[in-house]
Every structure is written in structure tokens, then in C-alpha cells.
């Protein structure tokens, strides 16, 4: 097993791990100049091996091929027959005055702050913005976005960046005093999902997978992608709340669920909950048994801390794109990985840090972020050879695919990441239609 896993595995003090787990042979499938498929692989595998520890098996295989498929689970997802797979047409890459910039505007509001951002309307083209970003320097366009609060990043080179954001590890994992989930109890672990788009809820739904109670959180506004949620939301429940309700009465039900949860994944922005007392500190004060799992774009501590993050974003900043793209900064356009592998990869990362917990039976605090796995990624290198592609079209993989019904209709998905003896994907149920309590 190699250094990714090694790793992992050594920051939950668990030396045993490499025993619980077996790496079938194939390939993953996801080709890029970077050994990405040993970052997905070795990141489920550390999943993996956590999670036999939590159940009380004595080995969980973890096959490469299924890994890429589901790292581009939502490349492969369809309702009713159709593609879900979009990108938004103002998110990507553009040319600027005297380099790159990759902007992310899935999101309706992310598209008005970007239009805002540079002075373009709602309904702009993306023409009209390729037009704006190339009278401008890379860098004046990452702080014009930054001032609106956009998203917008200058693409830059792998030193560049670490000299920016010195390197984390991949995961920052620590116990705490106290009992945690009791194991001996019978329960199932119940977890407060607050996260969206994907790393949060990839690390949520691998936790349904091994039985757990899930009931993921979100706000009726902004809403959530509704591909998003489906490709993410295997197994779990759904509630809306508003925080901010002058009532407080969704504040007091939450707090209610937080008294009765085992684990809280926390995936929004570093910050931008505390007014809700959902920060590290005033968790711990108020509900002690928690394992508590922090998800960030950027490490707690750095210059960019508290900045807005996506995978493609990272790629971006991190130096990945320059690297996949085999540019020299002479001007030839970036490139990208073929999944959004920061975004699963990490989240299987956490899955094991909180399995861990759950195991061991204590409260711990552990944090992850996607340029933290940007760096150890890029820290593995380039690989010695190409691997061969996953196939692009749904059909040449039938046998990582599974069709189930749904609420939103016929849906093709992936099949779960891990074969768990009686445990199978559950049903996606829609936003915010559970009731806001545990089972």
C-alpha cells in the first residue's frame, strides 16, 4: 500500500489497517499525468479499511475499476434515460491578458456575482465574458471576483501555490475527551450532514452505505442542485431548516438533532456557520459526545482560509491544471482531471476519519480540505505510464451501473463504492421531505 493510505492510516493511530483491506487488480480508469488513480484508490482503501475495523470484518476489498466509476459517478448518471451531467456555460476556463483564469458558476447566484463581478448582466454569454477576461490581467480578474465574492482563480503553477498555502496534511485527525458512540448499544452511528456538492455528501453517503442514520441539512435557499443531490444522496434523509429564522425555531430543532447525533460533517464555508454556534469550539462546549468533521476548500489557517472553493477551483489554484495540461506557462490552456477526484477523494478521507472515531468510541475533531489532497496529489508525481480510459458512454459499463426507481424517476447510478455484506445503496428521497428527527 502506498503513501496516501500510509498516511491516513497513521494519522487514526491504526497500524493494523493495511490488514483489513485488499486491492483487486485493474486499473481505476482515470487517466491523467498525475497518479490520481492511487490517489482514489488509496483513499477508499483507507475508507475501506476503517470502515471493516467499525463493523467488525475481518476484510473489505476495494476494486480500482469501481473507484473511477464512481469518482465519475455523475458522468454516468441518468433520470429516465436522460444525461444529468451539465456544466454551467460561464464556469471554465478563459483566457486573460497574460494567462488563465477557471471560473465556477453552476450555481444561479454564483452566476449573478460573477456577472457582477465584471460588470456584465445576468443573462451575458459566455462570449461576452471570454471578452471581458481577455482585457484583463489574470490576477486583477481573481481580485475583482474575490471583491464580489465570485468565483473566479488565476491558474498557477504548483510552487506558486505552495508558496502561498503551505502544505497540510491530508488528514488532521485528533480524539477527544469523553464517550463517544457506544457500539455495544446496537444503534446505528447518527450523523448531521451539513454539506453539499460533493466531497461532504460522498463522505455522508459512504457512511449510509455501512448502516448509518444520515439526515443531511440544508437551506431552502440557495437550493441545492437537484443532479447533485441525486448522484450524492443514497441512503439518506432530508430536512430543511432556516438558521436564521427570526423564531429561532429551526435553530432550537437543530440543536435538538446535534444533542442526540453521534457525528456532524460541517462542508460550507470556514466561518460562515459560527453565528449559528456551529463552530469547532461551541460544538464541543454544548455537545461533547461528537465527532466532529470539517470539510474546507482551503487548510484552516491559510491566506485563503475562509475563501469559496470548488474541485475545479483547486485543480486551478493548486498548480494541478498547469501540470494536466502540460503547460509551461507560455500560454497553452490548462487542463483538468477527468473526475472531480479532489472532491471524492477527500471525502472518503473523512469517511475514515469519522469511522475511525466511531470505532475507537470517543468524541475527535478531524479536518480535511481539497487543496490539502491537491497537494499530496501532486506530491505523488507524474505516472510512468497512461492508464487506459473509463469508457465515455453508460453503456460499456453495465456491470458498475445499477438502475433503481425514485421520487425524481428511473434513475441509472453507480453502483456502491464497496461491496458490504448486507448493506446495499438506499433509496434518494427528495429535499427536505424527512422529518427532523433520529430513527
Not at 478531524?366 to 499530496?376: E, F, G, N, P
Request: charged residues 20%; contains cysteine; glycine residues 10%.
Amino acid at each position: 500500500m502506498g503513501s496516501i493510505f500510509q498516511g491516513l492510516s497513521a494519522a487514526v493511530g491504526d497500524d493494523a489497517a493495511e490488514s483489513r483491506v485488499g486491492i483487486e487488480s485493474g486499473e481505476s480508469g482515470l487517466t491523467a499525468r498525475l497518479r490520481v488513480g492511487e490517489l482514489a484508490t488509496e483513499s477508499v482503501a483507507f475508507f475501506a479499511g476503517q470502515a471493516a475495523r467499525l463493523l467488525g470484518l475481518p476484510d473489505v476489498a476495494v476494486s480500482p475499476h469501481r473507484v473511477g466509476v464512481n469518482f465519475s459517478s455523475y458522468n454516468y448518471l441518468s433520470i429516465d434515460g436522460e444525461p444529468a451531467a451539465a456544466w454551467a456555460p460561464l464556469s471554465g476556463f478563459f483566457a486573460t491578458a497574460d494567462g488563465w483564469v477557471r471560473t465556477h458558476a453552476n450555481y444561479p447566484h454564483h452566476t449573478r456575482r460573477l456577472c457582477a463581478a465584471f460588470g456584465l448582466p445576468e443573462t451575458a454569454s459566455r462570449e461576452d465574458l471570454a471578452a471581458v477576461l481577455a482585457g484583463l490581467a489574470a490576477a486583477d480578474a481573481e481580485e475583482r471576483a474575490v471583491a464580489a465574492d465570485a468565483l473566479c482563480v488565476r491558474v498557477r503553477r504548483p510552487e506558486e501555490f505552495a508558496g502561498l498555502i503551505a502544505p497540510a496534511p491530508p488528514l488532521d485527525w485528533a480524539a477527544a475527551d469523553g464517550a463517544g458512540f457506544d457500539r455495544a448499544s446496537g444503534r446505528a452511528p447518527r450523523v448531521l450532514d451539513l454539506s453539499r456538492v460533493i466531497a461532504g455528501p460522498s463522505c455522508t453517503r459512504a457512511l449510509a452505505l455501512l448502516g448509518a442514520d444520515v439526515l443531511r441539512v440544508d437551506p431552502a435557499e440557495p437550493a441545492e442542485i437537484a443532479t447533485q443531490h441525486i448522484d450524492t444522496g443514497a441512503g439518506k434523509r432530508s430536512i430543511t431548516l432556516d438558521l436564521a429564522a427570526g423564531d429561532g425555531r429551526d435553530a432550537a430543532t437543530l440543536d435538538g438533532l446535534l444533542a442526540g447525533a453521534d457525528v456532524v460533517v460541517l462542508g460550507y464555508r470556514p466561518g460562515s456557520l459560527d453565528r449559528f454556534g456551529l463552530d469547532e469550539r461551541s460544538l464541543r462546549a454544548r455537545h461533547p459526545q461528537l465527532v466532529i468533521a470539517s470539510l474546507s476548500a482551503y487548510p484552516l489557517g491559510s491566506a485563503w482560509a475562509e475563501r469559496r472553493g470548488f474541485d475545479s477551483l483547486v485543480q486551478a489554484a493548486s498548480g494541478i491544471a498547469v501540470i494536466e495540461g502540460g503547460a509551461d506557462g507560455s500560454g497553452q490552456k490548462p487542463g483538468v482531471l477527468r473526475a472531480q477526484a479532489l472532491d471524492h477523494a477527500t471525502g472518503y478521507m473523512l469517511a475514515g476519519g469519522i469511522c475511525a472515531a466511531l470505532a475507537e468510541g470517543r468524541p475527535a475533531a478531524m479536518r480535511v480540505s481539497l487543496a490539502a489532497t491537491a497537494q499530496a496529489l501532486i506530491g505523488l508525481g507524474t505516472a510512468e505510464r497512461a492508464e487506459s480510459p473509463l469508457p465515455t458512454d453508460a453503456a460499456e459499463l453495465d456491470s458498475e451501473l445499477e438502475t433503481v426507481s425514485s421520487a425524481y424517476g428511473e434513475l441509472r447510478r453507480a453502483r456502491a463504492i464497496l461491496d458490504i455484506p448486507g448493506r446495499a445503496q438506499g433509496p434518494v428521497v427528495p429535499l427536505g421531505s424527512s422529518a427532523p428527527a433520529w430513527l
